[in-house]
């Protein structure tokens, strides 16, 4: 059974910044695929960045393209969003998702387990 606890989440003004951790367990980390998700309230859940588990290549959603960074980190089995020039329309709940042995996938149906979210909240 796979285990993500994600962190970091909390209130900023626009235009400052924040890093979200997502700790990985109970698997390999190396073998998933990851991606950061987060859903505003009263819409659905959009994908925000994904990092491939065979290379570590990555994916953006266009509104977060030059301002977030996804890494990871496989010693410590953790991934990471950095968060940069963020703006109000940012404000959700942050969740990161992984599937197994496959690439990126950008709707949150492909992914098998979710962490329970970190509250970004930035004010203007």
């Known amino acids: 059974q796979v285990q993500l606890v994600e962190s970091g989440g909390g209130l900023v003004q626009a235009g400052g910044s924040l890093r979200l951790s997502c700790a990985v367990s109970g698997r390999t980390f190396s073998s998933y695929t990851m991606g950061w998700f987060r859903q505003a309230p009263g819409k659905e859940r959009e994908f925000v960045a994904g990092i491939s588990w065979i290379n570590d290549s990555t994916d953006y959603a266009d509104s977060v393209k030059g301002r977030f960074t996804i890494s990871r980190d496989r010693a410590k089995n953790t991934l990471y969003l950095q968060m940069n020039s963020l703006k109000p329309e940012d404000t959700a709940v942050y969740h990161c998702?992984?599937?197994?042995?496959?690439?990126?996938?950008?709707?949150?149906?492909?992914?098998?387990?979710w962490g329970q979210g970190t509250q970004v909240t930035v004010s203007s």
């Open positions: 998702a992984a599937r197994p042995f496959l690439g990126i996938l950008i709707v949150p149906t492909g992914y098998n387990y």
